[in-house]
């Protein structure tokens, strides 16, 4: 069973960076896509980024591309979200996930338990 474990939320001001990590159980295969959801109260849960199990495609939702970049580590179990210039819209709990490479969360088998982001002003 794979499990996913994300770090790295916080509280950040609006136009800052913050980085966002996901690391497997040891000795996980990792031949699967990694994505990042997020989820904002009362709302459903939103695409925001994919990655291939060995990098060669990735896909970015529009509402963040060209301040977020997905990327990922074999060797090391782990995928990561680097966020740049974060608004308050970027609020939300973010959630990583492996499976297919996929915008669709049913696409994906194993999900984190969230890591929360919170963007003041």
């Known amino acids: 069973q794979l499990q996913l474990v994300e770090s790295g939320g916080g509280v950040v001001q609006a136009g800052g960076p913050l980085r966002l990590s996901c690391a497997a159980s040891e000795g996980s295969d990792m031949s699967y896509a990694m994505g990042w959801f997020r989820q904002a109260p009362g709302q459903e849960r939103e695409f925001v980024a994919t990655?291939?199990?060995?990098?060669?495609?990735?896909r970015v939702a529009d509402s963040v591309k060209g301040r977020f970049t997905i990327s990922k580590d074999n060797a090391r179990n782990t995928a990561f979200l680097l966020m740049n210039n974060l608004k308050l819209e970027d609020t939300s709990v973010y959630y990583c996930a492996a499976g297919s490479f996929s915008v669709r969360p049913r696409e994906y088998a194993y999900w984190g338990q969230g890591t929360q982001v919170t963007v003041s002003s």
């Open positions: 990655i291939s199990w060995n990098g060669g495609f990735i």
